[in-house]
Nanobody
Framework: VQLQASGGGLVQAGGSLRLSCAAS????????LGWFRQAPGKERDFVAA???????YYTDSVKGRFTISRDNRKNTVYLQMNNLKSEDTAVYYC???????????????WGQGTQVTVSS
């Protein structure tokens, strides 16, 4: 499995970005995908996940602002980020697993990160 994340950049607080993660995988429709982020000096944290079983999960700090979605025809998962805040600044990673996931699941496959910087 290979994952290619893109879409990061520099944005002002209150702005929006959409991250994309293209997956090279045999069966995308039965692949669960997640987004994680790591701020400087901090551990990598869960952001959002879409399980191939149909459930979607968000960490509390992004609920109502971020939306995870997937396009099974394009083998791509998206993270629409609205009303960005300075505390959203981090390197964002996409991850994949063949299991049905919850918010606390582990992932075997990781993409390279994409930097999101929110200026206040």
């Amino acid at each position: 499995v290979q994952l290619q994340a893109s879409g990061g950049g520099l944005v002002q607080a209150g702005g929006s970005l959409r991250l994309s993660c293209a997956a090279s995988v045999r069966s995308f429709s039965t692949t669960s995908l997640g987004w994680f982020r790591q701020a400087p000096g901090k551990e990598r944290d869960f952001v959002a996940a879409t399980s191939w079983g149909g459930n979607i999960y968000y960490t509390d700090s992004v609920k109502g602002r971020f939306t995870i979605s997937r396009d099974n025809r394009k083998n791509t998962v998206y993270l629409q980020m609205n009303n960005l805040k300075s505390e959203d600044t981090a390197v964002y990673y996409c991850a994949a697993t063949q299991r049905i996931v919850t918010a606390r699941s582990n992932y075997e496959f990781w993409g390279q990160g994409t930097q999101v910087t929110v200026s206040s």
